[in-house]
């Protein structure tokens, strides 16, 4: 199994960037992606972003330009770095990874960092 932790949540003004953070533990060697997924209240979670094992990146069409996506195997994190930061933005902000074969494909979660964005 894979555990995720996350951290760089915060209060944050308009305009603004925070960094969050992501560390995996256990079974890290059968991690094919990682990725960001984000839940504003009274909405589905949503993809925020992903990189691939070979460091290609994805990321949803309300953060392109303004989000990115990085990934260190060898510390084992992943970083979601949030510039421009709008209002839209304010969520509970998961990360992801994506086992491969040897994990049986799942999906594994964080706990959740809460992001705010408000002046």
């Known amino acids: 199994q894979v555990q995720l932790v996350e951290s760089g949540g915060g209060l944050v003004q308009p305009g603004g960037s925070l960094r969050l953070s992501c560390v995996a533990s256990g079974s890290i060697f059968g991690i094919n992606s990682m990725g960001w997924y984000r839940q504003a209240p009274g909405k589905q979670r949503e993809l925020v972003g992903i990189?691939?094992?070979?460091?290609?990146?994805n990321y949803a069409d309300p953060v392109k330009g303004r989000f990115t996506i990085s990934r260190n195997n060898g510390a084992n994190m992943v970083y979601l770095q949030a510039n421009n930061l709008k209002p839209d933005d304010t969520a509970v902000y998961y990360c992801n990874a994506v086992g491969d074969r040897r994990l049986g494909f799942q999906n594994f979660w964080g706990q959740g960092t809460q992001v705010t964005v408000s002046s």
């Open positions: 990189i691939a094992n070979g460091r290609g990146t």
